[in-house]
């Protein structure tokens, strides 16, 4: 079925530290996987994808790992601050004609100074 | 700037009235979508729609129904409002296309049904 899950539903982390948001999903022909960050009061926001072909993908801070063995997609935050402190999403995105984004349940990240 | 505007922030409504939440984009995109967001649930579509009059059920459609009449323009309609359908509803819209993964959201419209 198109279901994805989240390991955690809160993590909490000190100003500086690396974290690291885990995913699991299960539908096998999803072609893009897709890490969302929404802000208290705010719709959610893009922050990086990773194609289903690929392990592996580095933004600005941020990595997302993709490992298709085991359906587990985790996003990466280096040196994390105050201001990523909020509920991180990821979807996965299939293609069945049309494109629809189907999201996780959700993980609130807390970052203390 | 790109924009995703919803109507109200805030609704409160009584079980069995008709209820409408707009959504407004102005940068073009073919695809729109409402989720509703419930805490532990995360987002679940509701309905998309791929262009001007073309519309699709989502995981929950029940209860629900949608407009699109113009491009720019997804309403999400609540035939007969009622108390489980009290949640934040969040409109997003984007361009289709191989590589574009990319969702605009608005701010979301927290619906009340009482």
């Known amino acids: 079925g198109e279901s994805v899950g989240l390991h955690l539903p809160t993590l909490s982390v000190q100003e500086g530290d690396n974290s690291i948001i885990n995913c699991a999903y299960s539908?096998?022909?999803?072609?893009?996987f897709i890490w969302y960050k929404q802000e208290s009061g705010k719709g959610p926001q893009f922050i990086i994808d990773?194609?289903?072909?690929?392990d592996k993908r580095q933004g600005q801070r941020v990595t997302v790992l993709l490992n298709k063995t085991v359906k587990h997609l985790s996003l990466q935050i280096a040196a994390t601050q105050p201001g990523d402190s909020a509920v991180y999403f990821c979807?996965?995105?299939?293609?069945?004609?049309?494109?629809?984004?189907?999201f996780g349940t959700g993980t609130r990240l807390l970052v203390s100074p | 700037d790109v924009k995703v505007t919803q109507s109200s922030r805030y609704l409160v409504k009584r079980t069995g009235e008709k209820v409408f939440l707009e959504c407004v984009q102005d940068?073009?995109?073919?695809?729109m979508f409402w989720y509703r967001q419930d805490p532990g649930l995360g987002l679940r579509l509701i309905y998309f729609?791929?262009?001007?009059?073309?519309?699709e059920k989502g995981d929950i459609p029940e209860g629900y129904s949608v407009s699109r009449e113009k491009k720019e323009r997804f309403s999400l309609i609540l035939e007969s409002a009622s108390t489980n359908q009290t949640s934040m509803y969040l409109c997003?819209?984007?361009?289709?296309?191989?590589?574009?993964?990319?969702?605009?959201f608005g701010q979301g419209t927290r619906l009340t049904v009482v």
């Open positions: 997003a819209s984007r361009t289709p296309g191989r590589g574009n993964t990319e969702a605009f």
């Open positions: 979807a996965e995105r299939i293609d069945t004609g049309f494109q629809k984004l189907v």
């Open positions: 729609s791929y262009d001007v009059k073309m519309k």
């Open positions: 940068m073009d995109h073919e695809n």
């Open positions: 539908n096998s022909a999803s072609d893009y």
């Open positions: 990773i194609r289903s072909n690929m």
